[in-house]
């Protein structure tokens, strides 16, 4: 098996990442619910994991990252807690729809949204988010990169147009963090979504949120909070005002264990290595007659993705023969970016995509090459 | 049941600080370790550090120096 979905989710993890699931679920407690050692160790076990992903997003008080399951509940979170009748936000068509289906139920209930079109390779104009900020504008949301093509948003600069302009800034950092270099304080983000099971190698079902201090957030949840049993609200004390129920520990033990191996290795030379791939890879199909590859190859920085297409074949079939005939996994469809799709001109064919991980290697990315040439000659 | 006993008890607003301040602790050998919120003190749930009364000042300004923030430092038999 060969597998290029790790846009999707990353299958090669470390091995301490399963070793420390395994150690967590024989001896962990419930985190916050009990001051016996079980329930303490639970305690450090995700105080450790709330600083190490601190450290790596550069967030000063960890107290302002929660845990969530992954980051489709961060983006509910922050859309649905932020975003009120008669306030207006600005997206673009490059977002999972974790982003635009919360956005949209806001539409329905009075808020006002405008979606930023592309250009024909998929990238966004900041110019034309700056051109569309009114009186009304509180928020803008985005991804950093598009799951679908791998364009990368330049975040460092929409981040100062939101500070400059007072607006929220809320990035979808599902496909890049633990792979890019974010920092909340350069990039001025106030609000940042990401998920575990991806480039940061945890578990699934595990993820965050990251809302900087000042800005509170209405909880989607409310429940067991491990303190003020009597009140008859949730405290609104981050992080716990959004950790309503117990924590998956044992998840975030594993979330822990990913992140360490991403700070020991470096963020950089995890990325570079994936990224040396993927462009083994678009340079060994790009010439194939019929070959058409979606998104901007030009672009100095871009996540490991290429999202292509076979003549006119369906890339539900391409991406089955893969699987079945060589073993090659990979993802066809709509990737939940509807309107990626739509603004690509790939909404009847979808397209296949293939996101590669830095446990990868050149051999695998041949036999990949040899497959699309062979399909694409049959 | 055991013999009540004078102690400090430092509150905090969640169990994230909670967890520093044990951290902290640990790693500058501080004395006291984390029990559950007395009932005296308030009739919810949570952590509490809880440390003999003399280490006052010294985890005070550990706290401080690292940003731990405590609701209250009380002095209580428990």
């Known amino acids: 098996m060969i597998y290029f979905d790790n846009a999707a989710t990353s299958l090669h993890k470390p091995d301490s990442v399963a070793d420390a699931v395994y150690a967590a679920i024989r001896n962990i407690g419930s985190y916050g619910r009990g001051s016996h050692q079980a329930s303490l160790e639970a305690g450090r076990v995700i105080y450790a994991a709330r600083e190490l992903l601190s450290k790596l997003f550069h967030v000063k008080d960890c107290s302002r990252i929660a845990f969530t399951s992954n980051a489709t509940e961060s983006l509910n979170i922050a859309i649905k807690g932020l975003v009120h009748p008669g306030g207006h936000v600005i997206t673009t068509v490059l977002e ?272 990949g090459i040899k497959a699309i040439k062979d399909l694409a000659m049959e | 049941m055991r013999e009540k006993e004078l102690r400090l008890v430092i509150t905090f607003q969640n169990t994230t600080s909670a967890m520093a301040m044990e951290k902290l602790c640990q790693e500058k050998g501080l004395n006291g370790r984390l029990i559950p919120v007395p009932r005296s003190i308030t009739a919810g749930c949570g952590l509490s550090w809880s440390a003999v009364p003399g280490a006052r000042d010294e985890l005070k300004n550990a706290m401080e120096e690292n940003n731990i923030i405590y609701d209250e430092i009380y002095e209580l038999e428990i």
């Open chain 1, 96 to 367: 999972h729809n974790s982003v635009l289906r919360p956005l949209y139920e806001r539409e329905a209930k009075g808020a006002e949204i405008t979606i930023i079109k592309s250009d024909p390779l998929g990238n966004i104009n900041i110019d034309d988010i700056e051109s569309h900020i009114r009186e009304n504008t509180k928020m803008v949301v985005c991804t950093h990169s598009s799951n679908l093509t791998g364009n990368l948003v330049d975040i460092k600069k929409i981040g100062d147009l939101c500070k400059a302009r007072k607006l929220l800034f809320v990035v979808d950092a599902a496909q890049t963090a633990g792979v890019f270099p974010i920092d909340v304080e350069e990039q001025k983000i106030d609000v940042l979504c990401f998920t575990g099971h991806k480039g940061l190698l945890g578990p699934q079902g595990t993820g965050g949120i990251y809302v900087r201090e000042g800005i509170s957030v209405s909880p989607l949840k409310s429940g067991g909070s491990g303190s003020s049993t009597f009140l008859k609200t949730h405290p609104m004390v981050m992080p716990e005002c959004l950790e309503a129920g117990t924590l998956n520990g044992h998840g975030i033990a594993g979330l822990y264990a990913g992140v360490s191996y991403i700070l020991d290795k470096g963020v950089d030379n995890l990325r570079r290595k994936e990224l040396e791939l993927m462009r083994q890879f678009y340079d060994g199909i790009k010439e194939i007659p019929d070959i058409k590859i979606y998104g901007d190859f030009f672009a100095r920085e871009r996540s490991a993705i290429v999202a292509l297409n076979i003549g006119e074949y369906d890339s539900a079939s391409v991406c089955d023969q893969l699987a079945e005939a060589y073993g090659i996994y990979t993802r066809a469809g709509g990737h939940c970016a509807p309107l990626m799709h739509q603004a690509l001109g790939t909404k009847e064919q979808g397209a296949v995509r293939f996101s590669f991980s830095h446990f990868n290697t050149r051999d695998e990315v041949e036999l």
